[in-house]
């Protein structure tokens, strides 16, 4: 071949000694090729150096390459709270060697999920991956209707989606109330995530299940600021109150605030359980006992099940990731 001869998909072909299939196979990440096959064929790629024309390839594949994050809440949340980037640690490296590009995008409005919605659904991405939708929200309904494959985190009151993937919720926050009845607490209090979230459901039940004592509940959504207000609201109904078992890290954080502020100690006065295990928690005064959740792994998880479905894969199932305690100095 002349140094002036681009590489064709039939030099590639006869390098590698398969059909022109084939090699169309494993350049769109096909899985219906033979281990074998694709290493030749790779190995053949990369010795004549062959690079795939995109415009051609998504003219007969109609696959753009990218895929797209969707989170619906605001940057403030995105940016400062450490699930979300765990997420995106996860499902970046989930990627990493698919050749598929990730696209952030972030909608909370009624026009912003219009035009979100137009936009994925007009074969600009291959697949999206849902982040932090609330119950109410039309968008997984309308994408799985239009035909583009999703996966998100959790599902939602009242909806399940084809393919997500969560934490056990439910059993983690058992762990964190029944930890705080085994050190003798009585007066548990909880606050919740948003009620709208299944999230927010489960954590919620799993206090339920095993709490020793009256039910004292404050609602949050997730934010430090909420987890203040809620803690306030704890303390005018139940000052007497031995413990909080937190739905995530930043409203524990800031219950333990508020509890310094009005003078209890931690955790000899109000013991304080979290659920996220997220790097803050081990930096707080003392550091908090916290309800791991494997987030990046959850991350690298929805990436496979959303490959699995731009393929076509026939099977393929929810998975949910088991949760444990990571006791510190809070409780």
Known sequence: ???????????????????????????????????????AVLLAIDELGYVPNRAARMLVTRRTDTVALVVSESEERVWGEPFFAGIIRGISAGLSETGL??????????????????????????????????????????????????????????????????????????????????RGRRRIATITGPQDMQVG??????????NPGPELIAHGDFSEDSGEHAMRDLLAKDPGLDAVYAASDPMAIGAMRVLREAGRRIP????????????????????????????????????????????????????????????????
């Open 1 to 39: 071949m002349s140094a002036e001869q681009k590489p064709t998909l039939e030099s590639v072909a006869a390098r590698a000694g398969v059909g022109r299939g084939t090699v169309s196979r494993v350049i769109n990440g096909s899985p219906k090729v033979s281990p074998q096959a694709r290493e």
């Open 268 to 331: 000899e006065d109000v013991a304080v359980v979290g659920f996220d295990d997220s790097p803050t928690a081990r930096h707080t005064d003392p550091p908090l006992t916290s309800v791991h959740q494997p987030v990046e792994a959850m991350g690298r998880a929805m990436s496979e099940l959303l490959i699995a479905r731009i393929q076509e894969i026939e099977f393929f199932s929810p998975r949910i990731l088991d949760t444990h305690l990571v006791v510190r100095g809070s409780s």
């Open 201 to 210: 459901v489960d954590r919620l039940e799993g206090y339920r299940d095993v």
């Open 101 to 182: 590009q990730l696209l952030l995008a972030m909608a909370q409005s009624p026009a912003d999920h219009d035009r979100l919605e137009r936009y994925l659904t007009g074969q600009h991405v291959d697949g999206a991956l849902l982040v932090s939708l609330h119950g109410d929200d039309p968008l997984p309904g309308h994408l799985e209707d239009r035909g583009l494959p999703i996966v998100m985190v959790g599902s939602a009151p009242g909806y399940t989606p084809v393919a997500y993937v969560d934490a056990d919720n439910r059993g983690g926050a058992r762990l964190a109330v029944q930890h705080l009845a085994d």
